[in-house]
């Protein structure tokens, strides 16, 4: 088992790597539909039209392998637009059953655009289909293979009727467009995404492998620093609901298990950020818990363990991931205006970890690499000479 666990969780980490690329600032997003696959639980994207939000759970989706469904909902959508229409045979016989060939009841991962405005007819019959993989309409019962399903909306529902459709989302995560700083960055990588590049695609029976792993961890040892840090929202005014509260634990188990761990520790508790309802308990959440989170690692989602603690383990890992990328990438010496831009990137590594990390502090998984980036930099140093 433990072969087959490293098998899967390597082959997972690897399609999530390619299904990122390109898309800047949300690698914390991809990773997230990754998570709440392997825990069994649901994600709610939040942000404005036009943040790609559609095209990470696109990949993410694809990345993971399965059966997928997506769909924009309106005011005037109709039930059959997500579930399929009355099966007209069976309807002569005086039996109302939904054809669910290619429509949501039949996906492994789903995307729903505009969530919350879906009519009180699709909401009802989506609160089953999330909460117990079952779907019920008219005469039809039956069990969804549903893995996860990931609701997007430009901002969280006031209507106090959406609160227990909305609660079904365990998983939260506040998008906002990309900064002036990385917009260069943003056009190279959008336009990486026009590229006909095969990315590496994991299997269902891959996901299933880590989601087993997730499902049979030991949380004892972290179950008690989980309690305090819940202690610790609580008295700072940020309250989660005993079913989040509870549910929280699948997210800290599929973090483990995704960065290879059977046993999850206090480095996997920064999914917890992920489980506070509102942006604003997010960022507060992050304040109170700084210390708490200061240990937060995660090789395989690194992106999302940054993002939630902002923690210099996390933020060493993902130093160290995009400084190998790059030295893996060197242009041929020929190149000379290519060289050029990809040492002053390499540069900008340099310059990150020495700004983030002092010199006797430097984690093991920046240790090598800054020697690496020092021999390359001295080399075309002494070369130039």
């Given at each position: 088992?433990?072969?087959?666990?490293?098998?899967?969780?390597?082959?997972?980490?690897?399609?999530?790597?390619d299904?990122?690329?390109?898309?800047?600032?949300?690698?914390?997003?991809?990773?997230?539909?990754?998570?709440?696959a392997?825990?069994?639980?649901?994600?709610?994207?939040?942000?404005?039209?036009?943040?790609?939000?559609?095209?990470?759970?696109?990949?993410?989706?694809?990345?993971?392998?399965?059966?997928?469904?997506?769909?924009?909902?309106?005011?005037?959508?109709?039930?059959?637009?997500?579930?399929?229409?009355?099966?007209?045979?069976?309807?002569?016989?005086?039996?109302?059953?939904?054809?669910?060939?290619?429509?949501?009841?039949?996906?492994?991962?789903?995307?729903?655009?505009?969530?919350?405005?879906?009519?009180?007819a699709?909401?009802?019959?989506?609160?089953?289909?999330?909460?117990?993989?079952?779907?019920?309409?008219?005469?039809?019962?039956?069990?969804?293979?549903?893995?996860?399903?990931?609701?997007?909306?430009?901002?969280?529902?006031?209507?106090?009727?959406?609160?227990?459709?909305?609660?079904?989302?365990?998983?939260?995560?506040?998008?906002?467009?990309?900064?002036?700083?990385?917009?260069?960055?943003?056009?190279?990588?959008?336009?990486s995404?026009?590229q006909?590049?095969?990315?590496?695609?994991?299997?269902?029976?891959?996901?299933?492998?880590?989601?087993?792993?997730?499902?049979?961890?030991?949380?004892?040892?972290?179950r008690?620093?989980?309690?305090?840090?819940?202690?610790?929202?609580?008295?700072?005014?940020?309250?989660?609901?005993?079913r989040?509260?509870?549910?929280?634990?699948?997210?800290?188990?599929?973090?483990?298990a995704?960065?290879?761990?059977?046993?999850?520790?206090?480095?996997?508790?920064?999914?917890?950020?992920?489980?506070?309802?509102?942006?604003?308990?997010?960022?507060?959440?992050?304040?109170?818990?700084?210390?708490?989170?200061a240990?937060?690692?995660?090789?395989?989602l690194?992106?999302?363990?940054?993002?939630?603690?902002?923690?210099?383990?996390?933020?060493?890992?993902?130093i160290a991931?995009?400084?190998q990328?790059?030295?893996?990438?060197?242009?041929?010496?020929?190149?000379?205006?290519?060289?050029?831009?990809?040492?002053?990137?390499?540069?900008?590594?340099?310059?990150?970890?020495?700004?983030?990390?002092?010199?006797?502090?430097?984690?093991?998984?920046?240790?090598?690499?800054?020697?690496?980036?020092?021999?390359?930099?001295g080399?075309?140093?002494?070369?130039a000479?």
């Amino acid at each position: 088992m433990s072969g087959s666990f490293e098998v899967a969780a390597a082959t997972v980490r690897d399609a999530l790597t390619d299904a990122g690329r390109g898309l800047v600032e949300r690698e914390a997003m991809v990773e997230l539909v990754a998570l709440s696959a392997v825990a069994g639980e649901h994600l709610l994207v939040i942000g404005p039209p036009g943040t790609a939000k559609s095209e990470a759970v696109r990949r993410t989706a694809r990345a993971l392998g399965g059966s997928y469904f997506e769909y924009l909902l309106g005011r005037f959508t109709e039930p059959s637009e997500i579930f399929g229409p009355v099966d007209l045979r069976k309807l002569r016989e005086g039996v109302v059953e939904t054809e669910t060939s290619g429509m949501l009841p039949e996906a492994e991962v789903a995307f729903l655009d505009e969530v919350f405005l879906g009519s009180t007819a699709i909401l009802n019959t989506l609160l089953g289909l999330l909460n117990e993989r079952t779907f019920r309409r008219g005469h039809t019962r039956k069990q969804v293979p549903l893995r996860i399903c990931v609701g997007a909306s430009n901002a969280l529902p006031e209507d106090d009727a959406l609160a227990a459709f909305s609660d079904r989302f365990l998983a939260r995560i506040f998008v906002e467009p990309v900064p002036d700083s990385r917009l260069e960055e943003l056009l190279t990588g959008g336009a990486s995404l026009w590229q006909d590049a095969v990315p590496r695609v994991a299997s269902l029976d891959a996901l299933d492998v880590v989601a087993g792993v997730a499902r049979g961890a030991d949380l004892g040892p972290v179950r008690p620093h989980l309690a305090q840090a819940l202690r610790t929202l609580r008295s700072a005014g940020i309250g989660l609901s005993d079913r989040r509260a509870v549910k929280v634990q699948r997210l800290v188990a599929a973090a483990a298990a995704l960065a290879g761990r059977t046993t999850p520790g206090v480095a996997d508790l920064w999914p917890l950020i992920y489980a506070v309802p509102t942006k604003e308990a997010q960022a507060l959440a992050r304040d109170v818990l700084r210390d708490v989170l200061a240990a937060s690692e995660n090789t395989a989602l690194p992106a999302a363990a940054l993002e939630a603690s902002a923690g210099p383990l996390a933020r060493a890992q993902r130093i160290a991931q995009a400084g190998q990328v790059l030295l893996e990438t060197r242009p041929p010496d020929e190149d000379a205006d290519a060289l050029t831009a990809w040492r002053l990137k390499l540069e900008g590594v340099a310059r990150e970890m020495d700004a983030g990390f002092a010199p006797e502090a430097l984690p093991d998984a920046l240790r090598a690499l800054r020697g690496e980036v020092a021999a390359v930099l001295g080399d075309a140093a002494s070369r130039a000479a």
